[in-house]
């Protein structure tokens, strides 16, 4: 059997980016490459947990040893969340969500024409997964999200934990080259729901990993 501080429990990690189609041939995504929620699926797994990855198009090979649920939207990505959630103990939401997608998907591939030199598409809200999860998480299941911001980091942070009702959220500035989107390192700062925060130097993803199963795993002692 496992050992370690989260032996026993099930913890569900989402990463990457969702691809949302406009044809069959193009999409709109985001640079998540996976490797942020690949390294906090790894730490889990150390930590002793049972662990279920839901890996949204991502751009490196998914760690082994670890359940993986492959997904490409948004739409796709709730579902699968709703299905793991309901027995996990732990959901870390590192995936970036596109927030909208095309109204419409064309079954054929879109034509350029040649008096058109400009063309809008029209794009209609996805569900916000974390709200979603909100309505439905028991007392006691925690839920960390992320927040991934180029200008007021820990404002837009603070308002994310109040509106998806979260245990913790993760601040990501991603305006920094070296750091978020697609990098091997990061520096984040973990926000609690009492307002303590504590920002970590820039270290490599598995290490901000790591910190945050230890926060979540002292969460658990108490
Ligand atoms: O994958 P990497 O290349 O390693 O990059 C890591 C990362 C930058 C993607 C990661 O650290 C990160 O910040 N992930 C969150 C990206 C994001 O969508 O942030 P957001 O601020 O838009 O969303 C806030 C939270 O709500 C996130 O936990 C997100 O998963 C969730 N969300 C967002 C939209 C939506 N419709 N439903 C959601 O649940």
Avoid: C, W
């Amino acid at each position: 059997a496992a050992t370690g501080p989260l032996a026993g429990k099930k913890v569900v990690v989402t990463a990457g980016g969702t691809r949302e189609p406009l044809d069959p041939v193009r999409y709109l995504t985001n640079h998540s490459s996976g490797k942020m929620g690949f390294a906090i699926a790894t730490a889990a797994r150390q930590a002793g947990a049972e662990v279920t990855l839901i890996a949204a198009n991502p751009q490196i090979t998914p760690p082994e040893g670890i359940q993986l649920v492959k997904v490409e939207t948004a739409a796709e990505l709730l579902a699968a969340v709703k299905a793991q959630f309901k027995n996990a103990d732990i959901l870390v939401m590192a995936a970036a969500v596109a927030d909208y997608r095309p109204a419409e998907v064309a079954k054929k591939k879109i034509k350029k024409t040649a008096d058109n030199q400009t063309m809008s598409l029209e794009l209609v809200r996805n569900p916000d997964i974390l709200k979603e999860i909100s309505t439905i998480k028991q007392a006691n299941q925690i839920v960390v999200g992320f927040a991934a911001e180029t200008n007021d980091l820990i404002a837009n942070a603070e308002k994310k934990i109040k509106s998806k009702n979260l245990d913790l959220i993760v601040a990501n500035d991603v305006s920094q080259a070296g750091i978020g989107f697609n990098a091997d390192d990061n520096q984040v700062t973990f926000l609690f729901a009492d307002g303590r925060q504590i920002k970590t130097t820039i270290e490599s993803k598995s290490k901000v990993a790591s910190q945050l199963i230890d926060i979540i795993s002292n969460k658990l002692q108490k």
